[in-house]
């Protein structure tokens, strides 16, 4: 593929709800990660994959979120009951190991 | 925990002005380092790497970075703006051997006047 790829780009959805959104990355890369870009709060992130190995989940703001990469390719997060201060944009990068990311266009949530 | 501080939120400049944003880190260990610029309306792009070597980078478009040990810092640079650089500019740090986490600054949003 040309580039990453995420979906949907905009999602409008109501408080409580749960939602998923994925990421194609680029064919190949190994390594795979999600951010969240809040206005003024920079890049905040959420879970890294890395092939096999086990995922870094260490900046999951709480238990409502979760993510899971299939086959090593294609990667969803999931965010459950959701709240208003998820309201964000969600990115998802994907690289080589130890090299440069690059990102998708990102998908905006809006919880209301 | 690894950080990066990008001290300066907003930055507005002429045309042909010089551009420098500071970028700092907060870990004493090997460090890879990145500066991303988002265009408005379009995805974060690398503007340029550093990993080892020459601390003198060179990236896309005349910009450059410094990496500077002693001070923790990597400052974009440019020696003369263009209307066209409008953008947020992100700084990123990876800690090696410590994972591939990628740290973010919180972002510089530059705006160049015509």
């Known amino acids: 593929g040309a580039g990453v790829s995420q979906s949907p780009s905009n999602k409008v959805t109501e408080k409580g709800k749960d939602v998923e959104l994925r990421c194609d990355p680029i064919?190949?890369?190994?390594?795979l990660y999600w951010y969240r870009q809040s206005l003024g709060q920079g890049l905040e992130f959420l879970i890294y994959f890395q092939g096999n190995s086990a995922p870094d989940k260490s900046g999951l703001p709480s238990d409502r979120f979760s993510a899971e990469r299939t086959g090593g390719s294609v990667s969803t997060l999931t965010i459950q009951r959701t709240q208003q201060e998820d309201s964000a944009v969600y990115l998802c990068?994907?690289?080589?190991?130890?090299?440069?990311?690059?990102f998708g266009q990102g998908t905006r949530l809006t919880v209301v | 925990a690894q950080s990066v501080s990008q001290h300066n939120h907003h930055v507005i400049l002429s045309e042909a002005a010089s551009l420098e944003l500071g970028c700092n880190y907060s870990?004493?260990?090997?460090?890879?380092l990145f500066w991303y610029v988002q265009y408005p309306g379009q995805h974060l792009q690398l503007l340029l790497k550093?990993?080892?070597?020459?601390?003198l980078v060179k990236g896309i478009k005349g910009f450059e970075a410094e990496f500077i040990k002693s001070k923790f810092s990597f400052n974009l640079r440019k020696p003369s703006v263009q209307w066209s650089d409008t953008a947020e500019y992100f700084c990123a740090v990876r800690l090696t051997g410590g994972g591939n986490k990628l740290t973010f600054g919180t972002g510089t949003q530059l705006k160049v006047e015509l």
């Open positions: 550093y990993f080892s070597g020459d601390p």
């Open positions: 990068a994907s690289g080589q190991a130890y090299t440069e990311a690059f």
């Open positions: 064919s190949g890369h190994t390594a």
């Open positions: 870990y004493g260990g090997t460090v890879n």
